[in-house]
């Protein structure tokens, strides 16, 4: 049977992008793209690089109170939120830009329109057209939910925060997960006075328990209102844009500004999968295999769609895999199992490996720990605790898992995620020099077991 592409890839993500270039440039497949929105997808349209650019500009107050504290004639003014959005869009455009002319080198054909899928190899474009592809890949990625009482009362989602016209005066921020604490943290560090409700016992669920008091102790003593146990119950949209909101804890208060970050699932409304007999999995998945191969042998599906592991490295390196496994003739597939991340709380949060609950319920584990106060905001005389936190296996000594919460601790973490993918014992980071004077010196200089687990 004869195909118009041999790749149609649905969504402009990074991990669509990753494929549909490497299908092509490396592999010469004949390909085509379909994105109704802005290439590049959640990250670089509206999630990691717009928000890293948004804790950067926060993070400059407190910056400058330290250049005070070392005896700098320093001060700040008002934060002008025009001007700051006004350079994030040039940088979005920039970055929107880097993405086509990737697919422009590689020879993909891109189509700035909505796709559906008919049948397991033709695709409707948003005209009516059609056309057909030996393979199929759905990289529509996923999208905020919002309880429905609350959609039509003028909320925002981390889809929306990046087109504000102005900086709000006060917000509350639904939620407890990392979106949530980190866009918390983003608007204290604005001066925005920023409420947090979120309904459990204590924010980032599924991240070691240890590290997720640490961060939550540590965003109430630089401002943050974080209310847990604590939901909406009333909300009322007011005349003057305000909104009025009751807490089921009996707090009520007036918000400028009011967004949700109460999840997200996969993109798949509307697609068309129901004419496949696809059956979607929890909150709309995709189900696939460990080389992203769906039910239906043409069809495909990297990133967050699969709701596997919501992160942009890992979409790309899915993307990769795909590309090498059906047009590179080498089956590939990402393993999932360890997989570094970083979470722009302030203070950072970066974590590799086994949490220590996930770790003590496996076999015997050793934990060694240390929270001290850095030597940059010691001198500049405040309180904030760093914490280090190792979790080794007692019987192979083997390291488990790290977790930093300490400023910069994202970029430590990559080079501890090396160490510990490679199979770095306590041993070995207890033989490697430490880099004097650093925070980072703590994960190679802690001798002290702080608790053992099992055996």
């Known amino acids: ?12 993500g990074s991990g669509g992008v990753r494929a549909a270039r490497i299908s092509a440039s490396e592999y010469g497949a004949k390909v085509a793209l379909a994105e109704e929105y802005r290439m590049g997808g959640t990250c670089v349209i509206r999630g990691c690089v717009p928000k890293k650019l948004m804790v950067f500009a926060s993070g400059f107050p407190g910056a400058v109170a330290d250049a005070q504290a070392y005896g700098w004639d320093a001060t700040i003014g008002a934060f002008d939120w025009p001007a700051f959005r006004g350079r994030l869009d040039t940088e979005l455009d920039r970055l929107e830009g880097i993405y086509r002319a990737g697919l422009d080198r590689a020879g ?8 559906t899928l008919v049948d397991a190899h033709t695709v409707q474009l948003a005209d009516g057209d059609t056309v057909t592809a030996r393979h199929i890949l759905i990289a529509t990625g996923g999208t905020p939910v919002v309880p ?7 909320v925002m989602t981390s889809n929306e925060v990046f087109l504000m016209d102005r900086l709000p005066k006060s917000i509350l921020i639904v939620g407890g997960g990392y979106i949530a604490s980190e866009f918390a943290c983003i608007f204290n560090g604005l001066g925005v006075k920023t409420t947090q409700f979120y309904r459990g016992a204590q924010i980032l669920r599924g991240f070691d328990e240890e590290a997720r008091g640490h961060i939550s102790d540590e965003m109430c003593a630089n401002g943050v209102d974080l209310r847990l146990g604590t939901d909406i119950l009333e909300m009322e949209r007011r005349e003057d844009g305000t909104t009025w909101v009751k807490s089921t804890t009996g707090h009520d208060a007036t918000y400028d500004a009011v967004m949700f970050a109460t999840g997200r699932r996969p993109n798949t409304d509307g697609l068309g999968l129901d004419a496949l007999g696809l059956e979607l999995g929890r909150g709309g998945a995709i189900p696939v295999d460990k080389y992203s191969q769906t039910a239906v042998p043409s069809v495909f599906a990297v990133g967050d769609v699969t709701d596997r592991a919501n992160l942009t490295p890992v979409a790309i390196r899915e993307g990769h ?14 393993d999932h199992g360890l997989i570094p991340t970083a979470i722009f709380t302030q203070p950072e949060f970066g974590t590799v490996g086994l949490s220590e609950e996930e770790a003590r319920d496996k076999g015997p584990i050793n934990v060694y720990a240390a929270a001290f106060r850095p030597m940059h905001s010691l001198f500049a005389g405040r309180q904030a ?10 019987r192979s000594d083997k390291v488990l898992g790290c977790h930093i919460v300490a400023d910069h601790s994202g970029e430590m973490i990559q080079l501890a995620g090396v160490a510990i993918a490679m199979g770095a014992t306590k041993a070995d980071f207890d033989r490697t020099l430490a880099v004097h004077p650093t925070m980072a010196e703590e994960l190679v200089t802690m001798r002290t077991l702080t608790r053992s687990w099992g055996d």
């Open 108 to 115: 993909v054909t891109v189509f700035d329109s909505r796709a």
């Open 385 to 394: 605790r760093a914490l280090m936190k190792l979790i080794v296996c007692a």
């Open 148 to 154: 429905e009482k609350w959609r039509d009362m003028g």
């Open 321 to 334: 895999a795909f590309a090498d496994t059906v047009f590179g003739g080498k089956p590939t597939y990402f």
């Open 1 to 12: 049977m004869s195909f118009d592409y041999d790749l149609f890839v649905i969504g402009g």
